[in-house]
């Protein structure tokens, strides 16, 4: 397809178990990012890749979360661990390389994690 | 740090009808960008319209139109000849101006039901 593809559409696992995310920019686009959004928030930001660095990675909560970039491209999200409180949905966004000024981000349907 | 402000967690309007979503932010940068963003039920975020803080003529989209107010730091959206179809969360957003792509900085949001 031709927009940001994220699996899985739906997670529900149980509390202490770790989850890996994926998001499948779109071809081209070099930025990537991961949002979180929980209920009723608006989206709060987590990290962001420029190719396969993360020049940015202030915003992740814990150090139960990782993420990597490979090729370019794809990016996982991993969780360690889970606990209730990092049940949200979990958005990513990719946008143009580098030029003039911030491209606009296109944004993925996002997956549901939901911890028991 | 950079902050966006969204003072209505909820409006609703009648079909065909106008409605103005506010949204105020608080920067030291005097060059940025300010988006506004719709999720509907989907969850995916849309890109609704995009504002140049360089820019002094304010940013219109079909029926979405904005009214910055840079020295105040406001950035409303007016929504014309509302429809159905706008029922969503909408999100203000500023992001930096930069030669380069960095996150956003999202409000929490403003649940817009439009009433046949």
């Known amino acids: 397809g031709a927009g940001v593809s994220q699996s899985p559409s739906n997670k529900v696992t149980e509390k202490g178990k770790d989850v890996e995310l994926r998001c499948d920019p779109i071809s081209g686009h070099t930025a990537l990012y991961w949002y979180r959004q929980s209920l009723g928030q608006g989206l709060e930001f987590l990290i962001y890749?420029?190719?396969?660095?993360?020049?940015?990675k202030s915003g992740l909560p814990s150090d139960r979360f990782s993420a990597e970039r490979t090729g370019g491209s794809v990016s996982t999200l991993t969780i360690q661990r889970t606990q209730q409180e990092d049940s949200a949905v979990y958005l990513c966004a990719s946008s143009l390389g580098a030029g003039f000024g911030n491209q606009p981000q296109h944004f993925g349907d996002g997956t549901r994690l939901s911890i028991l | 740090a950079q902050t966006v402000t969204q003072s209505q967690p909820e409006m609703s309007v009648q079909e065909a009808e106008t409605v103005t979503l506010s949204c105020t932010y608080d920067?030291?940068?005097?060059?940025?960008?300010l988006f506004w963003y719709k999720q509907p039920p989907s969850r995916q975020m849309i890109l609704v319209i995009r504002q140049e803080a360089y820019k002094q003529q304010n940013a219109t989209e079909n029926r979405f139109s904005v009214n910055f107010q840079k020295a105040a730091k406001s950035f409303s959206l007016k929504i014309s000849d509302s429809q159905l179809g706008d029922t969503a969360m909408y999100f203000c957003?500023?992001?930096?101006?930069?030669?380069?792509?960095?996150?956003?900085?999202f409000g929490k949001g403003t649940r817009l039901s439009v009433i046949a």
């Open positions: 920067t030291s940068e005097n060059n940025y960008y």
């Open positions: 957003a500023f992001g930096f101006f930069n030669s380069g792509n960095t996150p956003l900085v």
């Open positions: 890749f420029q190719g396969n660095s993360a020049p940015d």
